[in-house]
């Protein structure tokens, strides 16, 4: 794509030097951009493809037990039949659902004092995903738009928002709203490549290469009359979907060592987790991964037993292997859910929706390893010390990763602030 | 006097501290245990109610045993710990023997006939037999791929059955550990690939007095496993050729399963089920639907049948425990 300049000046389309230096990393773009020879170390892109910050997202679908998870009261009515075992962390006791996760506490946090007011699937994924209230007036952002926005190279070939999924074939979100479509998530279904991201059978590249040339030379002519942020939009669209067509083996698993199928499991949610980690190191700004279901309103812990279980050694692997790769300085990990669940114990042997008193884990980039923010009572019903919501949560998250949760967006002349300004982060967690 | 379920009545409230779950009577018929959400066992003396705790197990137990002399309780627990207990204890009972017997969950145990062996097995996916006498290890019967759910002796005490959540039912020889046969009972196995989980499993085992049928309970219809829609079923097998003949099923019960089945000396089929209702179903051997079904005031969880014959008990979440009558009110 040739350089230009933009009709429209706004911030938005105003590169800076650190985020170019953060695109050549990110994308590999010694390769893509020759001209910037200064770059062409691949040792030097490897470093900071490194030290740029990212974000990884475990979501527990369906409202995952902060009681077989991250704040267990074993012993009491609420407890349930789960133990809570030591970790590495000196004092802090998870549940014995996650054995592996507490051999690699030490890197990780938790916030046991969430009260997100709402018991709702769909809202409170709302709020854990923006870090607001649903109201009918405006639609937010997600935390993956926003990140992707903040953080990731403008030109980069590879989209910055990325949700995998464990089933589904694949798509695009509008999950971005006045951030525009590029920050919407690109769905890997089951984790499959992006839709539509191989050349058509049939098609020759030779045939392909001349439709694009055509296309550049149409393009080009009609730039020369009329250039605007969409039109470079839409030319950029194309460009990154070619590059992303060249780079498709960013998503293919099956390039990472069989020995680490072998550690992460050959089940869907270990797939994933490697897929992950194998984006993470691709540079891609944000990666959530979905763990399916914990709305376990019947037999909650045969089902916790069966996902937690599953959930522990992948996502142990994960934490040790971003570490042992340097990368854990620079990406922020969360285990959410769109809230807890609760501390009574129906007839079903089933816990139900419980957004009061509940927890996350979080650690790597700009987070106190070890930390505990917050707790709640002997019997997890209310939130006795440090309670937060989910818009505390999400200035916490950006501000973790060194974006500023008190600034704002500029969108059509109109200011949109980052985050929530009722919130701010909770500051004895960041570093 | 024979049993007349359909003059089914609650007789005895037993209440407790915490929502039950499995229980048992024991053989002399003298006391009914049943364990609780507060990780304790609770015996009540049928004549008096008069409670009685069980406390040591670390976490919830699965499932208890009397032996025939009513001397010796053993008690699953989730804590990986088998434990022995002085059945007949007046006060304040002590564990007289702790195992470490498997690694996670005990679901399930099983005494042999004459009393001497006890089978256990849970979520490590290993049955493991031992001496009642001294705690000792006799084997191990591995194989299965998913979680034990139950156990139970053949009459005979030459076959140990082991259904598991995958809805199969191995037939182990005790004297030299070889998997004989698998019965099938996949229909009480669901996987729902949208929750992307496994549901259901071998909730109830019973043969019939004459040893003829081996009947295997639980759920199917699992369209919904995190939000409880599924409905009871119990398959019946033919012993001698392991094959399934007939369903036993219940009507107008979408949010029920199977917790448990007896089978009477008189030779029908009791299955104690819960979910949304508690209920008694009874059926005869030939028909699919049941005889008679009866409705308890709260959700039912475990089942177990008295040796008079006549008196039935379930463990339910209001913390009760409750003893119902197969005859007229006196």
């Given at each position: 794509m040739k350089p230009c300049e933009y009709s429209c000046r706004t911030a938005e389309h105003v590169v800076s030097r650190r985020r170019f230096v953060e695109t050549l990393a990110g994308v590999g773009a010694a390769a893509v951009m020759p001209?910037?020879?200064?770059?062409?170390s691949a040792a030097m892109a490897a470093e900071l493809t490194r030290t740029q910050k990212r974000m990884l997202v475990i979501n527990m679908a369906g409202g995952l037990s902060q009681l077989e998870s991250w704040d267990p009261k074993p012993g009491?009515?609420?407890?349930?039949?789960f133990r809570a075992i030591p970790t590495s962390v000196p004092g802090l006791h998870i549940s014995e659902l996650l054995p592996k996760t507490a051999k690699v506490m030490h890197h990780l946090a938790l916030?046991?004092?969430?009260?997100?007011?709402e018991d709702d699937h769909g809202k409170g994924d709302y709020i854990m995903s923006t870090g607001r209230r649903k109201t009918p007036a405006q639609d937010y952002p997600v935390l993956g738009a926003v990140v992707a926005k903040s953080?990731?190279?403008?030109?980069?070939?590879?989209?910055?928002h990325i949700i995998i999924t464990p089933g589904g074939g694949g798509g695009r979100n509008a999950d971005s709203a006045y951030l525009g479509p590029k920050f919407g998530s690109v769905v890997l279904g089951n984790?499959?490549?992006?839709?539509?991201s191989e050349r058509q059978q049939g098609l020759a590249e030779e045939a392909s290469s001349c439709a694009n040339d055509l296309r550049r030379k149409v393009n080009d002519h009609f730039a020369l009359r009329r250039r605007t942020a969409q039109t470079e939009a839409y030319t950029q669209s194309y460009e990154q979907g070619l590059e992303l067509m060249k780079q498709?083996?960013?998503?293919?698993?099956?390039?990472?060592?069989?020995g680490d199928l072998e550690r992460y499991g050959t089940h869907d949610f270990g797939r994933h987790c490697l897929l992950a980690r194998r984006l993470i190191e691709k540079g891609i700004t944000y990666v959530r991964v979905t763990h399916s279901?914990?709305?376990?309103?019947?037999e909650n812990f045969n089902f916790h037993f069966e996902q937690v279980g599953e959930f522990d050694g992948p996502f142990a692997t994960l934490v040790t292997d971003l570490h042992d790769r340097g990368l854990l300085d620079h990406t922020l990990i969360v285990v959410l859910s769109e809230f807890g669940r609760t501390p009574s114990i129906n007839q079903l042997y089933g816990r139900d929706h419980w957004s009061k008193a509940w927890s996350i884990c979080l650690g790597g980039a700009g987070v106190h390893r070890g930390a505990v923010i917050g707790a709640t009572n002997a019997t997890g019903?209310?939130?006795?010390?440090r309670q937060v919501d989910g818009g505390h949560l999400f200035h916490t998250y950006l501000s973790a990763l060194?974006?500023?949760?008190?600034g704002h967006f500029t969108v059509a002349g109109q200011k949109m602030p980052i985050?929530?300004?009722?919130f701010e982060p909770i500051d004895e967690l960041l570093t | 006097m024979p049993a007349d379920p359909?003059?089914?009545?609650?007789a005895q409230d037993l209440p407790a501290e915490a929502p039950l779950m499995a229980c048992r009577f024991d053989p002399t018929g003298k006391y009914v245990f049943a364990t609780a959400e507060d990780r304790i066992i609770y015996r009540w003396?049928?004549?008096?109610?008069q409670r009685t705790p069980f406390t040591g197990h670390d976490s919830w137990i699965g499932d208890v045993v009397v032996t025939a002399d009513g001397q010796t309780l053993i008690s699953a627990g989730y804590d990986d710990t088998l434990i022995w207990w002085p059945?007949?204890?007046?006060?304040a009972p002590q564990p007289a023997n702790k195992v470490?017997?498997?690694?996670?969950?005990?679901r399930s145990v099983a005494l042999s006939p004459d009393s001497k062996l006890v089978a256990s097995g849970g979520n490590d996916r290993v049955v493991r037999l031992w001496n009642?006498?001294?705690?000792?290890k006799v084997r191990e019967f591995p194989g299965a791929e998913r979680d034990i759910y139950n156990l139970l002796f053949h009459p005979n005490g030459q076959w140990l059955m082991a259904g598991d959540l995958d809805g199969k039912i191995r037939q182990w020889e005790?004297?030299?550990?070889?998997?004989?046969r698998t019965f099938d009972a996949?229909?009480?196995?669901?996987?729902e690939g949208g929750q992307q989980v496994h549901y259901g499993g071998i909730r109830g085992l019973a043969f019939s007095p004459d040893a003829k049928w081996l009947v295997a309970g639980g759920l199917h219809k699992g369209s919904n496993p995190l939000g409880n829609v599924q409905e009871p079923l119990a398959i019946r097998f033919e012993?001698?050729?392991?094959?399934?003949?007939r369903n036993h099923l219940t009507e107008g019960t979408p949010n029920e399963r199977i917790w448990g089945l007896q089978y009477h000396p008189e030779g029908f089929l009791i299955g104690g089920i819960g979910g949304g209702k508690g209920l008694l179903a009874f059926w005869n051997?030939?028909?699919?639907?049941?005889f008679h079904v009866f409705a308890l005031p709260n959700s039912a969880r475990g089942l177990a049948l008295h040796s008079d014959g006549l008196r039935v008990a379930t463990t339910h979440h209001d913390k009760k425990l409750r003893i119902t009558k197969l005859a007229a009110k006196a």
């Open positions: 001209g910037f020879g200064m770059f062409n009491t009515a609420t407890g349930g039949p916030i046991r004092g969430i009260n997100t007011h953080l990731d190279p403008g030109d980069s070939a590879l989209p910055g984790g499959k490549p992006p839709q539509f498709r083996e960013a998503f293919d698993i099956t390039k990472e060592p069989a279901n914990y709305d376990t309103h019947c019903t209310e939130v006795t010390e060194g974006i500023k949760s008190t985050a929530d300004p009722a | 359909k003059q089914a009545h609650v003396d049928l004549a008096s109610a059945a007949a204890a007046a006060d470490r017997a498997h690694d996670g969950w005990i009642v006498a001294d705690g000792a005790v004297a030299t550990g070889n998997l004989v996949a229909p009480l196995h669901t996987y012993w001698e050729t392991a094959k399934a003949v051997e030939a028909e699919e639907k049941p």
